[in-house]
């Protein structure tokens, strides 16, 4: 008996040691938000953001499986890619007013986009399209060809040369780069994804917290490699995706193995987890066409040990400091390049060693917007770093501190990565951020044992 009760005390403080799973929606009512988000966006963002831009037509266009980056926000959950050609027309009469939108295609495309072509009646599609040109007489008619974001580049050179060698001589002078539209489109969070990003976060976190843990780590026996694809068949699992394949990688306390100074060009290879090693993952999903991208960091206790020391959770410290600069410095319409300077001149002042690469994040992991550092790169961006900071937007706040740690002989880099909210104020992170190492194992002597 004494025996069962332990089993049970044993097993009921492992499992407060991990959150009860995250609900996930099924695939049918994923599809529902993804739409009802649309027609939101279409309905009440991108009015606003072709008045801001002064485009008052936009034609994105694409062919089946050569989707443009914009197109794809653009299609409704059913559709998992364009049809043939798919040319969506979004039109605004005045400023601020409605916009009408148009699919020059065979089906309607969505609730917004409502067929506006017939073959029967009219065989090219291309003259379709320019009737409604013609008929709208925009003053300024937006494409995505750009030069600083391949988001907002994805009009391909055939099609561009066949839109203008069926557009009207009139209406040349008035076609223009989207570059900054598109970027606003895919930048801007509205309200309704804001309330969930902070879940899509939780989710993200949960994943990350089961896989550094001693449900999935046996030190001695698994590797890094072991953990990536327990990350990858867990994310399948919960019917969610990712958007790149994750890393997770040791730095030791050995001071001949230096890691803190490997490149990030060069992926970490293969190793067997033992105790004492700090672990460092980067990892990201997908769900509900909204990007998570994280670092965390966790500690194998060795013998003995009953909690991460102290000076690995003072370098994390540090980590969290660069954190708080970098944020403190994002002030509405600044650029990146500029933000990045202030946070590295403050950054600089105190002490700290390291390195900024936060980028924006939404709609696609490494996503449109100012770019605000790059880890090959701690000077101006030019182009994406010159863009400024609007309200509304979200960030990963990517970021490196790299400290001295005596007790090792070494230097250890602290790198740290979380989803974030500008709301034109503040940076608020969506799901908090690592503030403590974690533990492998969380529970650690268990009963008094």
Known sequence: MKRLLLAFAFALLISQSFAQEPAVLSVRKQAEVIDSWLEDRMQNLLPSLMTETGID?????SREYNEDPVIRTLLPATWHAARRRTILVMYQPSPSAKVEAFA???YDVGKSFKKAWDPEAQPDQW???????????PKKIGLNYAKDYGHADGLTHFDYEEFMKNLP?????????AQTLAVRWLETRTAAEMTTYKHIQELAHYIIAEGLSDRVIT???TTTEDVVWFYREKIKEMK????????VDIQRPDPNSQEASRSFAVRPSEEVIMPGDLLHIDFGITYLRLNTDTQELAYVLKPGETEVPKYLQDALAVGNRLQDILTSNYVAGRTGNEILRASRQQMDAEGIRGS????????????????IGMWDN?????????FPLHANTGYAIELNAVVFVKEWNKDVRVMLEEGAFFDGEKVTYYNGRQKSILAIPRVSNYLGY
């Not at 037509?57 to 266009?61: A, D, N, Q």
């Not at 900024?356 to 770019?371: D, M």
């Open 104 to 106: 020059v295609a065979r």
């Open 127 to 137: 003259k379709a399209l320019m009737e409604i040109v013609q008929a709208k007489n």
């Open 356 to 371: 900024i690469y936060t980028h924006p994040l939404g709609f696609y992991g490494h996503a449109a917007g100012p770019t």
């Open 378 to 386: 701690q000077g101006n961006t030019p182009g994406a770093g010159d």
């Open 240 to 247: 969610l995706d990712t958007w790149f394949h994750p890393t």
């Open 57 to 61: 037509m936009w034609i994105v266009m």
């Open 169 to 177: 001589q009139a209406h040349h002078s008035k076609v223009v780069s």
């Open 219 to 221: 030190p001695g026996v």
